[in-house]
């Protein structure tokens, strides 16, 4: 596995610098909504300054601006997740973001509406986002698919029309059910 070039296939989980969000919420109730977001930069020594800003703009960024000060206990799924939305995308040195079934807790409006989140900061930043799900509708909204299947991979440039990818009869009748 390469990042930028460089091999880390035998690096240390730290070294490979991947900032993960899990499918059910990683929130500490105990803390608040502030404090989980930092957690990841205090953990990496940033300054409280760039902290403070970094928080405010994640905090922003998930609509959560108004909780930052209140404590996770007692929020909704819908917002736990946000917050551990928040906590992954809080670094910006990562090299890549993983996204372990993240949308499968929340609800469906809110789903539409953290996808279309995600998509945005995506652009804006130009993270490398790895989305995993079993959801096809949800993956054939992506750009790029990559369909992994009896320890193969397949992928899909799904700006080019995915009605002419030629390939395997498992991608064919993957796409088959969404048309």
Known sequence: MLFDDFDVTQASTADRNIAQVFQFPVVYDTMTVR????FPLKNRGASPEYIAKRVQEIGAMIGMEAELN?????LTADAKQKISLGRGMVRED?????????LTVIDPHMKWELRTQLKSLHHEF???MIYVTHDQTEALNSPTVVVM????WFRLELRRSCLSVRSTRLLASLLARQV
């Open 70 to 74: 209140n404590r996770a206990r007692g």
């Open 94 to 102: 990562v090299n890549a973001l993983l996204f372990d079934e993240p």
């Open 149 to 152: 299947y009896d320890g193969a």
């Open 126 to 128: 130009g993270h490398t």
């Open 35 to 38: 404090d989980n977001l930092a």
